[in-house]
């Protein structure tokens, strides 16, 4: 079997093109274009094939023989690829967005970094400023610890470039967030409302924990990713309970510290949330849609019960 | 009904396009007209009106897009007329002290010849469903000159007014309040003079693309 492979524009990419086994996975291309061209790396490739109209295009998926794209014994076999540049294992990726978060913020609370924002005073710290670097801090040693001891990733990796818009996100809010809670002039709010605030956040970043783990138990160690329903807990009332937890977990945060940037960023998380929530439940509906026993996807909130 | 929608939504583009053209033309005449008979100092006071209502007018281009109205997109529109409000609101009009500079001339003869010639494209567009090939010609070829001097003269003149700003507790939020919240325009304002680095050469790169695209199709369309 031979294969040609072509760029978008119909260039060749591989000079006279591959020749595999008539049992051939996707994986076994993807490998020998790696042989031919080094740094196209399986992570890095990705290939469809060639498409008359307009429309999505149909992805070869990993562990598929390529004879089940291929209907007919058509000669020569045409793939288009893209160059999807260079990647990063999704663990490392979130490693560097919230170990930004972890160290800085702290900065903020021990040094006398305001003498540099002309506030030369010594500083009274307030209680609840304390409180508030351990819950953030606690909150961010979870998600790195989640990482690598909870979460099994569906995509294996995730394109060099999200690294440093992500960081830019997290760092750059966490920086802002921290420079005013922890400010010489704070005010802060009422003790119960404090007490309320943080005792939302401990539960839902609890709750959030258990999410976590359901969510793991639904992918088996090793699998080839996949999507299946989620159940259990908070999952048999919200598609997303994993987001849900995690905004109201900063809105505790939030109604305890009492800054307009710590509520931007709960307004940008929760939009950004949203939005993949609202993917992953159309995902889902259309995956398991009832029909030729798939199982139905049942009604469920998406992220923000009672609204959404 | 759809007849009847596009061709309201065709009268209302050529309107609006045909009133905006026209406050930039006051803009025009008025500069100079003062330049010829008076000094560029006195530029300001004589655009300030047209200025305001053309340049704020310009609101209303971002909503078309929103809602659909025209098919530029948002991310094009917001950060160029987002500039041009900034200037024209946050700074001649907030620092009366940089009124006088010679740079309000440069700035408003480059923004109204732009727009002068956009609003006129589109109003053609509109009204009459057709553009004569020079004015596309003028429309996508323009800012190869304008783009520069209107922005540097945009930059020269934040950068003159940042010292009023330093000195001024003009839109500055101090803490402490409940909100724990705290605004110092004169970071804001170094804050937009950085995003121009970047943003100016991605715009212009916007904009040869843009001219690309419009100037091939209505080759292949002759």
């Known amino acids: 079997m031979k294969v040609s492979v072509v760029s978008r524009s119909g260039r060749e990419i591989i000079k006279g093109g591959i020749d595999l086994s008539d049992n051939a996975t996707v994986d076994d291309l993807k490998s020998s274009i790696h042989q031919r061209v080094k740094k196209y790396y399986p992570a890095r490739q990705r290939l469809t094939l060639p498409q008359p109209g307009k429309g999505k295009p149909v992805v070869l998926e990993r562990g598929k023989r390529l004879k089940d794209y291929f209907e007919k014994d058509e000669g020569k076999l045409v793939v288009v690829f893209k160059d999807l540049g260079p990647q990063v294992a999704y663990s490392t990726l979130f490693f560097w967005e919230y170990v930004g978060p972890l160290f800085i913020y702290p900065i903020f609370y021990y040094f006398p970094v305001y003498k540099y924002f002309g506030y030369p005073a010594e500083r009274v710290i307030h209680p609840v400023q304390t409180y508030a670097m351990y819950y953030w801090c606690f909150h961010y040693a979870k998600r790195i610890l989640e990482t690598f001891f909870v979460h099994r990733f569906s995509h294996a990796t995730s394109p060099l470039s999200n690294v440093f818009r992500n960081c830019c996100y997290y760092w750059t809010f966490g920086a802002v967030i921290a420079y005013f809670v922890n400010h010489p002039l704070y005010t802060p709010v009422s003790e119960k409302q404090i007490k309320i605030g943080f005792g939302l956040g401990i539960v839902c970043q609890v709750a959030n924990f258990y999410c976590h783990i359901l969510l793991r138990n639904l992918r088996i160690p090793g699998g080839k990713g996949g999507y299946q329903i989620p159940g259990g807990f908070l999952f048999n009332i919200v598609t997303c309970a994993n987001y849900t937890t995690e905004i109201y977990q900063w809105l505790g945060f939030n109604i305890a510290t009492q800054t307009v940037a710590g509520y931007t960023f709960l307004a940008v998380a929760t939009f950004i949330m949203t939005n993949w929530a609202l993917a992953k439940h159309r995902r889902l509906k259309k995956l398991f849609d009832g029909k030729d026993g798939r199982p139905k996807y049942p009604r469920r909130w998406v992220i923000l019960p009672p609204f959404l | ?222």
């Open chain 2, 1 to 222: 009904m759809a007849g009847f929608f596009s061709g309201l939504r065709r009268l209302y583009l050529a309107i609006y396009n045909w009133l905006v053209f026209f406050g930039w033309v006051q803009v025009l005449y008025f500069a100079v007209k003062t330049l010829r008979e008076s000094s560029p100092a006195a530029v300001y006071d004589a655009v300030e009106k047209p200025l305001q209502f053309a340049q704020t007018a310009a609101i209303l281009e971002i909503l078309h897009g929103l809602v659909g109205l025209v098919r530029s997109p948002v991310s094009a529109t917001l950060p160029q007329i987002g500039s041009r409000l900034f200037v024209t609101w946050g700074i001649l009009h907030s620092f009366p002290e940089v009124r006088n500079h010679w740079l309000v001339s440069s700035l408003v003869i480059s923004w109204s010849l732009t727009e002068i010639i956009r609003y006129s494209f589109f109003g053609m567009k509109e009204a009459f469903g057709y553009t004569p090939s020079w004015l596309q010609w003028l429309r996508y070829s323009s800012f190869f000159v304008m783009y520069v001097t209107g922005i540097s003269s945009e930059v020269g003149l934040i950068y003159a007014a940042i010292p009023y700003i330093k000195n001024s507790d003009l839109y500055c939020v101090r803490m402490p309040n409940k909100l724990n919240f705290a605004f110092d325009y004169f970071y804001a304002s170094l804050l937009v003079l950085a995003v121009y680095v970047p943003g100016s050469p991605h715009m212009y790169m916007y904009m040869i693309g843009q001219r690309k695209k419009a100037l091939s199709k209505s080759r292949k369309s002759d």
